[in-house]
């Protein structure tokens, strides 16, 4: 069992910078791919960017790439989402997730991971 705590969300400019935090449970954080997926009202929940176990390999969306960095840090149990250049269509309810899959080629969609966080708002205005 992993239990999941994201902090860092809030009203940021566009252009601005934010980063969130993923806080695990257990002793088990490192076995797992982590995966930040965001959701805005109305619209399905997206993919936004995952890393492997050991931090090693790195995806993201199309839409964020050279903009967002996932990062992680097994020795505090935490997983990091760097957002900058921040644009309003950014605005949505960002969640981490653990999954199990090694191949984090399987891990942008959503039925590949076991746990999730409550999620955080971010909003980007114009």
């Known amino acids: 069992q992993v239990q999941l705590v994201e902090s860092g969300g809030g009203l940021v400019q566009a252009g601005g910078s934010l980063r969130l935090s993923c806080a695990a449970s257990?002793?088990?954080?490192?076995?797992?791919?982590m995966g930040w997926f965001r959701q805005a009202p109305g619209k399905e929940r997206e993919f936004v960017g995952v890393i492997s176990w050991n931090g090693g390999s790195t995806d993201y969306a199309d839409s964020v790439k050279g903009r967002f960095t996932i990062s992680r840090d097994n020795a505090k149990n935490t997983l990091y989402l760097q957002m900058s250049s921040l644009k309003p269509e950014d605005t949505a309810v960002y969640y981490c997730?653990?999954?199990?899959?090694?191949?984090?080629?399987?891990?942008?969609?959503?039925?590949?991971?076991?746990?999730w966080g409550q999620g955080t708002q971010v909003t980007v205005s114009s």
């Open positions: 257990g002793r088990t954080f490192s076995m797992y791919s």
């Open positions: 997730a653990a999954g199990r899959p090694r191949n984090i080629a399987l891990l942008t969609t959503t039925q590949w991971y076991n746990y």
